[in-house]
């Protein structure tokens, strides 16, 4: 079983600067993709931004210039750096990993941190 812990999240004034990292726990597994997602009150989960293997990054329209996505394979980690925050960058950030198993083949799973606040005042 892999584990998804957050950290970093809080309280910054627009304009701010705020770090998300996100570790994987567990063993015996290959981490595919990494990314962030967010989600606010009454809304549908939306993509922030995706770092597969390869090291490509994928980012929301809305963040592109200001949010950069990093990995770190050795630790199985994904940070993003958010630069130039907005009060509509509030949000719950949730770290989002897609693992293989090496018992398991090609079979992927899609595993879920569990949330970490964002806020952004004006």
């Known amino acids: 079983q892999v584990q998804l812990v957050e950290s970093g999240g809080g309280l910054v004034q627009a304009g701010g600067s705020l770090r998300l990292s996100c570790l994987a726990s567990g063993s015996g597994f290959t981490i595919k993709n990494m990314g962030w997602f967010r989600q606010g009150a009454g809304k549908r989960r939306e993509l922030v931004a995706t770092i597969p293997s390869d090291g490509s990054t994928n980012y929301a329209d809305s963040v592109k210039g200001r949010f950069t996505i990093s990995r770190d394979n050795a630790k199985n980690a994904v940070n993003l750096q958010m630069n130039s925050l907005k009060p509509e960058d509030t949000d719950v950030y949730y770290c989002?990993?897609?693992?293989?198993?090496?018992?398991?083949?090609?079979?992927?799973?899609?595993?879920w941190g569990q949330g970490t606040q964002v806020t952004v005042s004006s």
């Open positions: 989002n990993a897609i693992i293989t198993y090496r018992s398991g083949g090609s079979l992927e799973f899609n595993y």
